[in-house]
């Protein structure tokens, strides 16, 4: 069985700044891509940023030079760095990994979500 467990998310101002984590755990072999989502009420979920195993990183272009995603491959756990932060970055982010057991391959988890509101 595999968890990944979001936290970091909660209230803050217009400009100010969060960091998530997500940590995995379970019968883990290896992870490939880690990733940030998130969805706003009424629109679909959507990807923020993406690491891969060797740190290859991608953003949407809206965060771009305000967030930053990283990965500790010891702990098995991904952060996002969120800066700058605006109203509409307002969302519930969830944390991603394609994970990969033995006997099983790999298949894509995705964590429980945590609020991410930002005030104007």
């Known amino acids: 069985q595999v968890q990944l467990v979001e936290s970091g998310g909660g209230l803050v101002q217009t400009g100010g700044s969060l960091r998530l984590s997500c940590a995995t755990s379970?019968?883990?072999?290896?992870?490939?891509?880690m990733g940030w989502y998130r969805q706003a009420p009424g629109k679909q979920r959507e990807l923020v940023a993406a690491i891969t195993s060797g740190g290859v990183t991608n953003y949407a272009d809206s965060v771009k030079g305000r967030f930053t995603i990283s990965r500790d491959n010891a702990k098995n756990t991904v952060y996002l760095q969120m800066n700058s932060l605006k109203p509409e970055d307002t969302a519930v982010y969830y944390c991603n990994a394609a994970i990969y057991r033995l006997g099983r391959g790999t298949s894509t988890y995705w964590g429980q979500g945590t609020q991410v509101t930002v005030s104007s």
């Open positions: 379970g019968s883990i072999f290896s992870i490939n891509t």
